[in-house]
């Protein structure tokens, strides 16, 4: 085979590759009529209250679920898979396209920025730490824990609080890497750590439900808000959009004012409006 016949070869090769790469992928910017089509629509969460709460009966409530029920309603879509999974494996799961959302109260980072879209933020929340009652260290900051060698933090394995602390150049040997809120809370209560790492909401909603006394709640005064957003993969930018307009419509009015008096929040809108890209 000549040169010209090699390159003419390799030139369809790939025309067929690529033409094989769209017929078998996912319809991407028409995610929306797909699943409007489907009538179903797949939603990733972890369960950290309030911001996603697996209920007595098993039911999924909180914060960013009970939203989520309103705009997949507005969007025409009839019902919603839940898939209950670990914090970590949420982004992985939503690029790999076995779930279609996330709805847990994920934060937008610029690491995260880089794997998937985020919506408008939702809110605006500030950071904390469960720590001995009394704060018997006196430390009221991540960046004072991150200097104090002597430390060891509680962090949610893949957790924006997970990120912040090893920017910092907290060692791995000083981070105790927990599944979930509760064992991080035990963490604390057994002296493996001095402090879980966590936003407000989520702790406060952690010691009005625990025993009181032993643990209090410090906030880090010297954070900005974190900012929980919905996210979407990074090749459907339009079924994100719709679901912007669709949320901002519900924000911030008396349904939604009166959902978060029933998990014990307030709204705190966020300083911006705009999708986290």
């Known amino acids: 085979m000549g040169r010209v016949q090699r390159l003419f070869a390799l030139c369809v090769s790939g025309a067929l590759a690529l033409m094989a790469m769209l017929l078998l992928r996912p319809d991407g ?11 179903v629509v797949r939603i990733g969460y972890a369960v950290e209250a309030p911001f996603a709460i697996l209920g007595d009966a098993g039911e ?24 209950q999974m670990d914090l970590g494996s949420l982004i992985p799961e939503l690029r790999a396209g076995r779930i ?18 985020f919506s408008r933020p939702t809110m605006a929340v500030r950071q904390a730490m469960l720590v001995p009652a009394g704060n018997p260290r006196g430390l009221r900051s991540y960046r004072e824990m991150a200097v104090r060698p002597d430390i060891a933090v509680a962090v949610l394995a893949g957790s924006v609080e997970d990120m912040f602390m090893t920017r910092l150049g907290v060692s791995d040997g000083r981070l105790l890497r927990v599944p979930d809120a509760l064992t991080g809370r035990r ?13 407000e909401p989520s702790l406060r909603w952690m010691m009005s439900r625990g025993e009181p006394g032993r643990l209090e709640v410090a906030v880090d005064e010297e ?26 419509a519900y924000l911030g009015s008396a349904e939604h004012l009166a959902m978060l008096v029933s998990f014990g929040l307030s709204w705190t809108p966020p300083a911006t409006q705009k999708t986290g890209e």
């Open 29 to 39: 910017d028409d995610a929306l009529g797909r699943l409007q089509k489907t009538g």
């Open 60 to 83: 999924v409530t909180g914060e960013a679920p009970e939203i989520a029920r309103q705009v997949v309603e507005r969007l025409g879509i009839s019902s919603i898979e839940w898939h």
């Open 100 to 117: 279609d959302v996330i709805a847990s109260g994920l934060f937008i980072t610029p690491e995260r920025r880089d794997k998937v879209l």
């Open 187 to 199: 963490a604390v209560e057994t002296g493996l750590a001095y402090a879980l790492l966590l936003s």
């Open 223 to 248: 954070q900005e808000s974190g900012l929980p957003a919905f996210a979407f993969r990074l090749d459907e930018p339009e079924f994100r959009d719709a679901w912007d307009d669709a949320l901002a």
